[in-house]
């Protein structure tokens, strides 16, 4: 039996009934949802890493890339957690990993997708390359790209580099989704842990214009007068 079919065969051996029916709801895969159409077999997140990491040292880049090609979303998530536990160990294969990843971001199609690699393999990789791909990815119309370039920068936030974090947030400080609201406002309050003074610069700037979500995901950890000052406006 050739390694993807076992992947998929110990997934099903941790499929939950009760999960399944929960997933498609909390992913918001019903007509109309952000992911219309997205399958679920119901296995957990540790479940899924355990198996990843049981097969990353033996499973091909070509099997991974058709794990990723699936129709299920488990099995997408798992195929992205081969690709981490590969970029992390398999150091010669980064650059075919990130090639890999970068033909496939239509598969890389929800938020838990993008949140579980972007940062480590696309972060990670163009850390100190050239990152014009994350501000075409920023700039592009798909919204599963906009979330990968800004989740992307923070593996260079944790590095205490800010300022393509910060570009990349500006241009999508007037996204309509939600979902990218979320993450901006969650980049921008990593980068106030790290440095509070330049998180506050950036906000005084664009607090008055960027959407109440962003602002309180920004603003959550901030001291509550503080935090009530930007919430009423009197920055």
């Keep these: 039996m050739i390694l993807i079919d076992k992947i998929k065969n110990d997934l099903k051996e941790f499929s939950d ?9 909390f992913f918001q895969a019903f007509p109309g949802g952000y992911a219309e159409g997205d399958q679920f077999i119901g296995v957990t997140v540790p479940n899924q890493r355990m198996i990843a990491k049981k097969y990353f040292q033996d499973i ?5 890339a058709s794990l990723l090609r699936e129709p299920i ?3 997408r998530l798992t195929a992205l957690f081969l690709l981490v536990y590969k970029f992390e ?6 650059e075919a ?8 971001t239509d598969y890389v199609n929800n938020w838990d997708l993008v949140d579980s690699s972007a940062e480590k393999i696309l972060g990670a990789y163009l850390f100190d390359q050239d990152k014009k791909i994350l501000y075409d990815f920023a700039a592009s119309k798909d919204l599963w790209q906009n979330r990968i370039a800004m989740i992307a920068s923070f593996y260079f936030i944790k590095k205490k580099k800010f300022a393509d974090a910060l570009k990349i947030a500006e241009i999508l400080i007037l996204h309509p989704h939600d979902l990218i609201h979320k993450a901006v406002g969650w980049m921008l309050r990593e ?3 790290r440095d509070l003074e330049t998180e506050i610069e950036f906000l005084k700037k664009h607090y008055r214009t960027m ?5 309180r995901y920004a603003i959550e950890k901030f001291e509550e007068p503080l935090r009530q000052d930007f919430l009423k406006g009197l920055i």
């Design 17 to 25: 009934q009760k999960k399944k029916g929960f997933l498609p709801r």
């Design 60 to 64: 091909s880049l070509e099997e991974t």
């Design 73 to 75: 979303h488990e099995y």
């Design 89 to 94: 160990k398999q150091k010669s294969e980064r």
């Design 97 to 104: 990993i990130v090639k890999l990843y970068l033909s496939h």
């Design 191 to 193: 980068i106030g842990k």
């Design 211 to 215: 959407p109440r979500t962003m602002l």
